[in-house]
């Protein structure tokens, strides 16, 4: 078994170059033993770990703990794709700055002035260390492997190219996340760098509360470098919807680093955004132009409305009143729900800003608005079955 495993791990270049991907071992299936304990990620050659280590999980293990998809009781999570995946610190609340990362040797350095696709899946280990939830979950790139010496505090000084679209705090615990965006290489860089680049100073946190340690630990699996012209990826607005008056709803794409401008009737009205919210009051068709490194594409989306109006969406046993509007330091919502819901603030480009769960109760809040810009907001409250209750547009006017 161990030279079958062998004699794949020799072929898998072969395999993925046919798939274009230039990301050896990309889920982390092929290993030279099982892991049997923590900072074992060399395990899944060629991968490694820096400055710090990090972790290699698969279903041969020995040791529960590190074991797919039963975690020692700590968690219980399948890999995104077969039977492993890694896990390692984006941030600690004890010890300062503290991160660990991944990288590994791509097939072929990446070609200058050549954009490329990239893609990884993400998901937060609550009961194993996810005390902490944080955004700038990111990947990089460097032309030399990267050590110790490059950090400051723990932190790599190397900049974030590709991060989940709006860079939200990641709190899933059950589904995998996928991040994914464009990147117009330099020209030379040979490895990808996956972790926190961020410090603490500059990375949001979310207590969750849950867990056996203080920190934000993520498992890590399915990464993708592929060469766009290698693939087809052509414009695409989303399809077509309809929605109540007053409701929102998203078009367009979730992928960082993508140009896209938008139009209706001919006029332009967002441009650089790959995907943002609406809130039309008829219905609207939207043009999406995208430009793909030079590469021009056009797609559409018609929005219906639904003149129903927000009565006849929300429950009769629901009320929701968030006002002022526009708002200047805090936005304050009252409500009557009859089940446990989430208000969500939108902002222009469709990156959630920030979330806030509602107790199934008569209760009322405010939220501050002190890091919020000026502009125009989205607010939508959505049910637990993710269904929308009521939305609306406000505006920021300090």
């Known amino acids: 078994m161990k030279f079958t495993l062998f004699i794949l791990f020799l072929l898998l270049p072969f395999f993925l170059f046919a798939q274009q991907n230039l990301v050896p071992n990309p889920s982390f299936e092929y290993y030279s033993s099982c892991p049997t304990g923590s900072g074992q990620l060399p395990l899944a050659s060629p991968w490694t770990a820096t400055p710090n280590d990090a972790e290699y999980y698969n279903s041969c293990a020995s040791n529960l703990i590190f074991s797919v998809p039963n975690q020692g009781g700590y968690n219980f ?6 039977n492993a995946f890694i896990g390692m610190n984006f941030y600690d609340g004890i010890d300062n700055n503290y991160r660990e990362y991944a990288q590994v040797i791509m097939l072929s350095p ?4 050549h954009c490329y696709y990239v893609e990884f899946y993400v998901n937060l280990a609550g009961g194993w260390g ?8 990111a990947c990089s790139f460097s032309n ?11 932190v790599l000084n190397l900049t974030p190219y590709v991060y989940k679209y709006g860079n939200p705090i990641i709190k899933d615990t059950l589904n995998w996340t996928k991040i994914s965006g464009i990147y117009n290489a330099l020209g030379g860089e040979q490895y990808i760098v996956i972790g926190n680049f961020k410090n603490d100073s500059n990375t949001d946190t979310l207590y969750t509360g849950v867990g056996y340690y203080a920190n934000a630990y993520y498992y890590i699996d399915d990464v993708s470098v592929i060469p766009i012209d290698s693939i087809s990826m052509s414009a695409h607005a989303g399809h077509n919807t309809s929605i109540v008056l007053g409701d929102s709803v998203f078009i367009g794409q979730e992928i960082t680093n993508l140009n896209c401008n ?3 009737s ?5 441009s650089n955004v790959p995907g943002f919210y609406v809130n039309p009051t008829t219905t609207t068709t939207y043009m999406v132009e995208q430009n ?3 590469a021009i594409t056009y797609d559409t989306i018609t929005v219906q409305v639904n003149l129903a109006g927000i009565s006849g969406h929300e429950k009769a046993n629901n009320y929701v009143q968030v006002f002022p509007n526009p708002a200047t330091n805090y936005l304050t919502i009252n409500w009557t729900l009859a089940d446990k819901s989430v208000f969500e603030i939108i902002d222009i480009t469709g990156a959630k800003r920030q979330s806030l769960a509602l107790e199934s109760s008569s209760s009322s809040t405010s939220i501050s608005l002190s890091k919020f810009d000026n502009g125009l907001y ?3 409250i959505r049910d637990k079955n993710g269904n929308n209750i009521k939305s609306d547009k406000f505006i920021i006017q300090k």
């Open 77 to 82: 999570q399948y890999a995104h794709s077969g």
């Open 110 to 113: 990446l070609q200058s002035n």
């Open 130 to 137: 996810g005390k902490y939830a944080v955004n700038n979950i």
């Open 144 to 154: 030399n492997a990267v050590t110790s010496q490059g950090t400051s505090n723990n």
């Open 262 to 264: 938008w139009y209706v």
């Open 266 to 270: 001919g006029n332009l009205i967002a």
């Open 292 to 294: 793909l490194c030079g």
């Open 378 to 380: 989205y607010y939508i």
